[in-house]
């Protein structure tokens, strides 16, 4: 007997000590995600029924389709519409905001899931990308 799928919800954060504006210049387009996010080799945005998407080649050589639902001064919503993570119904959040002495950037999904190993698969896809980001600007 199968057992149903569960809502997970990963989220993952960090603090950089950088203007928030600075940041989202560099993450916030939809499009750059292959600059700052290691596992990403290629992004290329399409334009498919008059909404956007990104097709994402990783380093390994899989491949992620991803539409976007939001866009907003600072943060940005996106679902997984195919790829090989072991996830459906695949929603994101990614974030940036100011605090004191720099900003946090907010990383968050829900999905679901039937593979007990999918939360710490998209844990370790939102920490390698959050830690390129201390690299690039140090922080906690």
């Known amino acids: 007997m199968s057992e149903e799928p569960h809502r997970d919800r990963?989220?993952?954060?960090i603090d950089?000590?950088?203007k928030a504006e600075t940041v989202w210049a560099h993450i916030g387009p939809f499009g750059s995600v292959a600059?700052?996010?290691p596992a990403v080799a290629h992004c290329k945005l399409l334009e498919v029924e008059g909404e956007t998407h990104r097709h994402l080649t990783?380093?390994?050589d899989a491949h992620l389709l991803e539409r976007l639902t939001e866009h907003g001064p600072h943060h940005y919503r996106y679902e997984l519409l195919e790829g090989?993570?072991?996830?459906?119904?695949?929603r994101a959040t990614l974030t940036c905001f100011e605090e004191p002495g720099g900003c946090?950037?907010?990383w968050s999904a829900t999905f679901d899931a039937e593979d007990p190993s999918a939360d710490a698969i998209v844990a370790g896809i939102f920490e390698s990308g959050l830690a390129a980001l201390q690299d690039r600007y140090g922080g906690r």
């Open 16 to 18: 950089l000590p950088a």
């Open 35 to 37: 600059e700052w996010h």
């Open 104 to 106: 946090r950037v907010f």
């Open 58 to 60: 990783l380093v390994d």
């Open 10 to 13: 990963v989220e993952r954060w």
């Open 84 to 90: 090989p993570l072991p996830v459906e119904n695949y």
